[in-house]
């Protein structure tokens, strides 16, 4: 089974507030199995517009991804994010197939 990824690009306009909404989706993150692979750090952005943050969060499953953000606890906290940021969120299936060097 493909695990499942949140992408989001952010830029923080109320640093307090966006506080608030981390610590909404602490528990939907921790019910659906999330991990964060990246949360913000270096970047360099060498193609196209970017935004100050960058987040990649990994599931179990696409499903699982899809399940939290649809599930009531995240939906409840939306609000506190589109407050205080300004950002896109995409929700990715991963790909399990071969990959280039794999044998034939």
């Not at 089974?1 to 610590?23: E, F, H, P, S």
Request: charged residues 25%; contains cysteine.
């Amino acid at each position: 089974m493909a695990k499942g990824y949140w992408i989001a690009r952010v830029d923080v306009k109320d640093k307090d507030l966006y506080q608030q909404y981390a610590t909404a989706i602490a528990g939907p993150l921790t019910k659906y199995g999330a991990k964060f692979l990246t949360r913000g750090g270096a970047y360099e952005a060498v193609e196209g517009v970017s935004r100050s943050r960058n987040v990649t969060i990994e599931f179990p499953s696409y499903e699982n991804a899809l399940a939290c953000y649809r599930s009531d606890e995240y939906q409840a906290a939306i609000s506190l994010r589109q407050s205080a940021a300004d950002s896109e969120l995409v929700i990715l299936e991963g790909y399990d197939g071969p990959q280039h060097g794999d044998p034939a």
